[in-house]
C-alpha cells in the first residue's frame, strides 16, 4: 500500500510540475512586434510620361473639278461646290446704221432680259474653268461680256466702226477682262482684278467668229459693291 501511494505522489507531483512547465511557455500563436523606426523609407518609382498627342494638321481642302471641259461653272467657296451656269445661244448679229453713213457695229444678241442664274455675293468671285489639254491660251477663245438688257433681249457690241457722219450712240456693254491660275491638271481658276458689278453677264466661246451662233454660258450678279 506504501508503494502505490508513493507512485501515485509521484505522479501527481511530475504532472504539477508538466502544467507549470507549460505555463511558462509562450503560446505559438503570439506574433512578435518588431522594432520601430522614426523614418519610414519606400522605394520611388517614377510615372511613365505621357506624351501629349501631336496636333494634327487640318484637312487639306481639295478643290473641285469641272464636270465639262470648256465650260466655266461660278465656284461656291463656303460650299467648296461649283455650280453650272446658264448655257444658252447668242446670235451674232451686223447692223448698219443709215445705210453705213453713221456706221456698223456687230453685237450678240440673248433672248430674254435676264439669267435664271444669279449670284449674291460680298466679295470678289471666281470661276472654274477645265480644258481638254489643247488649249495654249485660253483667253484668246473664251470672252467674259457684261450685257445690257432691254426689248426683251440681253446685248452686248463687240465691234463696231466710224462712218462718214459722226455717231453719239453709246456702246452697249463691255468686254471684262480676267486672268486665269493653273489649279490642277487642266483645271484653271478664272480671277478678276476688280470685284464685278451688278448686272447680266456671259462667257462666251470665239474661237470661229465667220458663225452665227455662239453658245453663251450666262449669269447675273445682284450687287455692285461691297462695303
Same mark, same amino acid.
Given at each position: 500500500?506504501? =508503494? @502505490? +501511494?508513493? +507512485?501515485?505522489?509521484?505522479?501527481?507531483? *511530475?504532472?504539477?510540475?508538466?502544467?507549470?512547465?507549460?505555463? !511558462?511557455?509562450?503560446?505559438?500563436?503570439?506574433?512578435?512586434?518588431?522594432?520601430? &523606426?522614426?523614418?519610414?523609407? %519606400?522605394?520611388? #518609382?517614377? $510615372?511613365?510620361?505621357?506624351?501629349?498627342?501631336?496636333?494634327?494638321?487640318?484637312?487639306?481642302?481639295?478643290?473641285?473639278?469641272?464636270?465639262?471641259?470648256?465650260?466655266?461653272? &461660278?465656284?461656291? @467657296?463656303?460650299?467648296?461646290?461649283? +455650280?453650272?451656269?446658264?448655257?444658252?445661244?447668242?446670235?451674232?448679229?451686223?447692223?448698219? @446704221? =443709215?445705210? !453705213?453713213? $453713221?456706221?456698223?457695229?456687230?453685237?450678240?444678241?440673248?433672248?430674254?432680259?435676264? *439669267?435664271?442664274? %444669279?449670284?449674291?455675293? %460680298?466679295?470678289?468671285?471666281?470661276?472654274? #474653268?477645265?480644258?481638254?489639254?489643247?488649249?495654249?491660251?485660253?483667253?484668246? &477663245?473664251?470672252?467674259? &461680256?457684261?450685257?445690257?438688257?432691254?426689248?426683251?433681249? %440681253?446685248?452686248?457690241? +463687240?465691234?463696231?466702226?466710224?462712218?462718214?457722219?459722226?455717231?453719239?450712240?453709246?456702246?452697249?456693254?463691255?468686254?471684262?477682262?480676267?486672268?486665269?491660275?493653273?489649279? *490642277?491638271?487642266?483645271?484653271?481658276?478664272?480671277?478678276?482684278?476688280?470685284?464685278?458689278?451688278?448686272?447680266?453677264?456671259?462667257?462666251?466661246?470665239?474661237?470661229?467668229?465667220?458663225?452665227?451662233?455662239? =453658245?453663251?454660258?450666262?449669269?447675273?450678279?445682284?450687287?455692285? *459693291?461691297?462695303?
Amino acid at each position: 500500500m506504501p =508503494t @502505490k +501511494i508513493a +507512485i501515485h505522489f509521484v505522479a501527481v507531483v *511530475s504532472l504539477v510540475l508538466f502544467s507549470n512547465t507549460l505555463i !511558462g511557455q509562450p503560446a505559438s500563436n503570439v506574433v512578435k512586434k518588431g522594432p520601430k &523606426y522614426d523614418t519610414i523609407i %519606400r522605394k520611388h #518609382i517614377d $510615372k511613365p510620361v505621357i506624351k501629349a498627342a501631336p496636333k494634327q494638321a487640318p484637312a487639306e481642302v481639295v478643290l473641285p473639278v469641272p464636270e465639262y471641259v470648256n465650260q466655266p461653272y &461660278y465656284f461656291d @467657296k463656303d460650299g467648296n461646290k461649283l +455650280i453650272k451656269l446658264e448655257t444658252t445661244t447668242a446670235q451674232l448679229v451686223s447692223k448698219k @446704221k =443709215t445705210l !453705213g453713213l $453713221k456706221g456698223a457695229k456687230q453685237f450678240f444678241s440673248l433672248d430674254d432680259e435676264s *439669267s435664271k442664274v %444669279r449670284f449674291i455675293s %460680298r466679295s470678289n468671285i471666281v470661276f472654274f #474653268i477645265k480644258t481638254s489639254g489643247d488649249v495654249i491660251d485660253l483667253t484668246s &477663245y473664251i470672252k467674259l &461680256y457684261k450685257f445690257i438688257p432691254g426689248d426683251q433681249k %440681253r446685248v452686248v457690241t +463687240i465691234t463696231s466702226k466710224e462712218g462718214l457722219l459722226n455717231n453719239n450712240e453709246e456702246e452697249k456693254g463691255k468686254q471684262i477682262s480676267f486672268t486665269l491660275k493653273l489649279i *490642277s491638271n487642266d483645271n484653271y481658276m478664272i480671277q478678276f482684278t476688280d470685284p464685278l458689278e451688278a448686272g447680266e453677264y456671259g462667257f462666251v466661246w470665239v474661237k470661229n467668229m465667220e458663225l452665227k451662233e455662239f =453658245t453663251v454660258f450666262a449669269f447675273a450678279i445682284d450687287w455692285k *459693291s461691297s462695303n
